[in-house]
């Protein structure tokens, strides 16, 4: 499968109760053409991916509502969509409107990222936005039906782009990424930074990649 037809895929996918970044728009805080500006930024970073070694890819749960479902990048508020685009040498404008929104995963996630230089490539189990029935503005985990879609996702994902390893941020991450992972890509389970978790994530993150506390500043 080429990248066009990998964003083609993720714009087609369509489940009850989820947000689709890549062909919705939210009425509330999107720009006209987020869904169309989220999409071709997403094709562009995956072109650009590709074009050499990946160190990791990155492995989330869902997208949520005050990053991904935003900015339609796994793990990334919009405080920092720049950051994201700048490591892809991709040029890309919020695709909403208003004042800047911050979430906390996110910026644990960058603030080890921005210490980083090896390419790592940001995913989710579930890379669509799933709330609650009645409130799209809220978080809830991805049932058995979108893991599944998910991951079919995620292993073409892995075709296309190659990467040394995959990095599980979670539970749920670990057990996707041990399941698509095939010919001994490597799987590195570490701690989610959420509920606590994040003096844990940072040291395990800095440590897989050779960083240290006085480098990062961050522990």
């Not at 991709?90 to 644990?108: D, F, L, S, Y």
């Not at 080890?112 to 790592?120: M, P």
């Not at 292993?155 to 749920?172: E, H, M, S, T, Y």
Request: charged fraction near 25%.
């Amino acid at each position: 499968m080429k990248m066009h037809s990998f964003v083609e895929s993720l714009v087609a996918l369509r489940f009850e109760n989820c947000f689709n970044p890549y062909a919705d728009r939210c009425a509330v805080h999107d720009r006209a053409d987020a869904p169309r500006c989220r999409a071709t930024a997403l094709s562009s970073m995956l072109k650009s991916a590709a074009s050499g070694p990946v160190d990791a890819i990155w492995i989330g749960r869902d997208l949520g509502y005050r990053g991904g479902r935003r900015t339609g990048l796994a793990l990334t508020d919009d405080v920092h969509l720049a950051h994201h685009a700048r490591r892809w040498s991709v040029a890309m404008e919020r695709p909403t409107k208003g004042a800047a929104v911050a979430e906390r995963t996110a910026a644990v996630v960058w603030d080890v990222l921005d210490h980083i230089e090896e390419r790592i490539f940001l995913w989710n189990v579930f890379p669509l936005h799933p709330h609650e029935p009645d409130d799209h503005f809220s978080n809830r985990a991805h049932n058995a039906r979108e893991r599944r879609a998910g991951e079919e996702l995620l292993q073409v994902l892995v075709c296309l782009i190659r990467p040394k390893r995959l990095v599980a941020i979670g539970n749920d991450a670990a057990l996707a990424a041990q399941r698509v992972a095939s010919n001994g890509l490597p799987v590195i389970k570490v701690r989610h930074p959420s509920y606590g978790g994040q003096t844990e994530f940072v040291r395990q993150v800095t440590a897989l990649h050779g960083l240290t506390a006085q480098q990062t500043s961050l522990l």
